[in-house]
């Protein structure tokens, strides 16, 4: 089994900036593509940014100039930089990754989520 855990949420005022965290942990042999989704009150959970192993970064419009996402293979985690935070940012950020287990089989595991609250 693979855990994610997520951490960094918080409250934060307009033009703020937060780092958020996830690590992983349990029968990971590697992991691929690495990724932050969002999911604001009543909408949908949309991607911000993936990272995949050789470290090609993508990004959602919305926030490109102001996140970066970043992985230290070593320590199996991955981080999303927010800067110039606005009250649009505001959601549960949650992180996604693609996982070979020890088994070497592939699944996609999902994090709990943390809060991330921009107040103008």
């Known amino acids: 089994q693979v855990q994610l855990v997520e951490s960094g949420g918080d409250l934060v005022q307009a033009g703020g900036s937060l780092r958020l965290s996830c690590a992983a942990s349990?029968?990971?042999?590697?992991?691929?593509?690495m990724g932050w989704y969002r999911q604001a009150p009543g909408k949908q959970r949309d991607l911000v940014a993936t990272?995949?192993?050789?470290?090609?970064?993508n990004y959602v419009e919305s926030v490109k100039g102001r996140f970066t996402i970043s992985r230290d293979d070593a320590k199996n985690t991955m981080y999303l930089q927010m800067n110039s935070l606005k009250p649009e940012d505001t959601a549960v950020y949650y992180c996604?990754?693609?996982?070979?287990?020890?088994?070497?089989?592939?699944?996609?595991?999902w994090g709990p989520g943390t809060q991330v609250t921009v107040s103008s």
């Open positions: 996604n990754a693609d996982v070979t287990t020890i088994s070497r089989l592939n699944y996609k595991y």
């Open positions: 349990g029968n990971i042999f590697s992991i691929n593509t």
């Open positions: 990272i995949t192993r050789s470290g090609t970064e």
